[in-house]
């Protein structure tokens, strides 16, 4: 056996925890997206943290928090036992192949079937759907727009809302209306318009504007998420249905935040009235341990594009491989067995009731709060009180939610930003998260909100040096970060 090179990291040290947490922001912050990992280091959120439970983590000190981060995509928290002992039993059982790409392999064969099932199950014109497997949510979606416009060739314009978020891959990233993450990647996909979320008389002007037989497709979000937990007018999602079938235009329904229960409901689309032709999912179908991204697709669309000589026509490496579709295969399981979505459902009224009384009782602080099942939005006050201008307004928006972020962190909840809505922060709690450690995070929001009574008190109560250093990073040009050492 040859000995590793000089240097060379092995999984042993990483396994042994022979890396400090000094050496591993060293080497993210050498090797990996310096500047983003700096900032979060200047802001104390860098890590590494460890788990303690599925729903707790820990800093290199030992401080805990509950973690209410991950961005959708922990269902059932960090290596979640009933996921990582079927992952022990499927490696010492499984021999199926490990990518099966051009064969049938019993892993891709199950999932599929029961994906399709599942959402039959709501939407019986579903039942001859067919999925195909990516490793992503931008990737569901990719695929979900070639299959759109492989039905309608002829078809130039591809519709989603303001706010939305489809990923940051170039196809994705033309429907995710932000200027911030498309204007220097112009010109995107050509064809790309925008209408405002939740206004049903807005997207059938813009359908009728353009032609109808000249749109490819309608993406959607049931709620936005990125957007900041924003839950469209009753009637809306059953609108846009009706809207698109009449003229013939194909819907997507983008699941990858909202289904499989997060939002209380198998699948958010379905529960609001839209039986939509594609649907995309991705985040939770990895149980928080692998990437799945699924694209569901009714039979003729399918066909259309992968029909005979042409199912090549759209393929990728790793999509359906054996341990991906096993986990996938074992989360459903698991959302099944504990009826996740109905207690996503309860837990998620009782969250929302408390994020509604700490509202009330300090309105100079949280604007305004929003939720539906585990997915849950503080919406900040500018910490900034007096008007700004254009440029400065959206900087003031931003470092408010990352100071927020911050302060949670420090009382002991760990939360997401909202990458197109600036001043939002988001609460994604496992689904499985057990009621006590659930009532202790609200009870830390609360207690954050007490010591927090105006959004002011955000800049007040950030030390001075962190103030400074994140200033500094705003106003500097990307240059050699040097990591904190713990
Ligand atoms: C609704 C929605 N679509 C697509 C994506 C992109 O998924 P991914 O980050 O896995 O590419 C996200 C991610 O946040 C999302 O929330």
Redesign the pocket.
């Known amino acids: 056996m040859s000995a590793l090179p000089p240097g060379f990291i092995s999984t042993r040290d990483v396994l042994d925890e022979r890396l400090s947490g000094a050496d591993v922001r060293r080497l993210e912050l050498t090797y990996g997206n310096e500047e983003l990992l700096y900032g979060l280091d200047v802001l104390g959120l860098a890590g590494p943290f460890s788990r303690v439970t599925p729903w707790e983590l820990e800093d290199e000190r030992g401080v805990r928090r509950i973690n209410a981060s991950g961005?959708?995509?922990t269902p059932f928290g960090e290596m979640p036992p009933a996921i990582t002992e079927f992952m022990h039993e499927f490696l010492r059982k499984n021999r199926a192949m490990g990518l099966p790409q051009q064969s049938t392999g019993p892993w891709r064969a199950a999932l599929q079937a029961n994906l399709v099932g599942l959402l039959a199950r709501e939407l019986p014109s579903h039942a001859d759907s067919q999925v195909f497997f990516c490793s992503?949510?931008?990737?569901?979606?990719e695929g979900a727009l070639k299959f759109a416009k492989a039905w309608r060739p002829k078809a130039k314009y591809q519709i989603s809302f303001a706010s939305?978020?489809?990923?940051?891959?170039l196809g994705?990233l033309s429907l995710t209306p932000n200027p911030e993450y498309q204007d220097i990647f112009r010109p995107l996909v050509p064809g790309a318009l925008t209408s405002p979320y939740g206004d049903l008389d807005a997207l059938t002007r813009l359908i009728r504007r353009v032609g109808a037989d000249n749109v490819t497709c309608v993406v959607v979000?049931p709620i936005?998420?990125?957007g900041g937990v924003n839950i469209p007018p009753a009637g809306f999602l059953r609108g846009v249905g009706e809207l698109c079938r009449k003229y013939g235009i194909p819907v997507i329904a983008?699941?990858?935040?909202?289904g499989l229960g997060r939002t209380g409901h198998w699948f958010e689309s379905a529960a609001q009235g839209l039986d939509a032709d594609i649907v995309?999912l991705?985040?939770p179908l990895g149980g928080g341990m692998t990437?799945v991204?699924a694209t569901i697709v009714r039979a003729p669309i399918y066909k259309k594009m992968l029909g005979g000589l042409s199912s090549k026509r759209h393929s990728n490496t790793f999509g359906g491989g054996a341990l991906a579709m096993a986990v996938g295969l074992k989360s459903l399981e698991y959302l099944i067995e504990n009826d996740l979505p109905a207690r996503s459902a309860a837990l998620g009224a009782e969250g929302l009731a408390r994020l509604q009384a700490v509202q009330k009782r300090f309105p100079n602080l949280l604007e305004a709060v929003r939720g539906q099942g585990m997915l849950f939005a503080l919406q900040f006050r500018p910490m900034v009180g007096v008007p700004l201008p254009g440029a400065l307004k959206e900087l003031v928006f931003e470092a408010t939610a990352i100071l927020a972020l911050r302060e949670l962190h420090q009382g002991g909840v760990m939360a997401n930003l909202s990458?197109s809505s600036k001043r939002t922060v988001r609460l994604t709690p496992a689904l499985d998260m057990p009621h006590d450690v659930f009532t202790t995070m609200f009870d830390r929001v609360e207690a954050f909100a007490q010591t927090h009574p105006g959004a002011r008190h955000l800049l007040t109560s950030t030390p001075p040096q962190v103030t400074a250093r994140l200033a500094a990073f705003a106003a500097s040009k990307p240059k050699k970060r040097t990591p904190s050492d713990g």
């Open positions: 961005y959708a995509a992503s949510g931008t990737e569901a979606i939305g978020y489809h990923g940051k891959t994705s979000e936005q998420g990125e983008d699941e990858i935040q909202t995309t991705a985040k990437a991204g990458l």
